[in-house]
């Protein structure tokens, strides 16, 4: 595969493996937020978004609320140039975008 975007992704999975991107250091990448173990790829540039714990990005996690909290690393970091006009509920996405599937304003 030589065409592969992988952008403007929220990814977890505490305590495994949330990611492996091993080969795809080649493809774009850009403005990922990964949580749990990942491969084949270092975090750097806009790739991939570091945002530490998940109780730190969503409001309750635990809980399975995962709407961004007002001051996430998620907010307003998505490249533009990758983000739909809409998110998966169908709500336009004004700039500048949210990390993840949905728009939270």
Not at 2 to 31: K, W
């Amino acid at each position: 595969m030589t065409d592969m975007v992988f952008a403007n992704n929220a990814v977890y999975c505490p305590g495994s493996t949330a990611l492996d991107a091993s080969g795809a250091e080649a493809h774009r990448l850009s403005a990922n937020f990964v949580s749990g173990r990942w491969a084949g790829v270092s975090l750097g540039g806009n790739r991939f978004v570091e945002g530490g714990a998940l109780a730190e990005a969503f409001v309750a996690p635990a809980g399975h609320d995962y709407r961004r909290k007002p001051d996430s690393v998620l907010v307003g970091r998505a490249d533009p140039s990758l983000v739909p006009p809409r998110d998966f509920t169908g709500t336009v996405r004004p700039p500048p975008c949210d990390v993840g599937a949905d728009e939270e304003r």
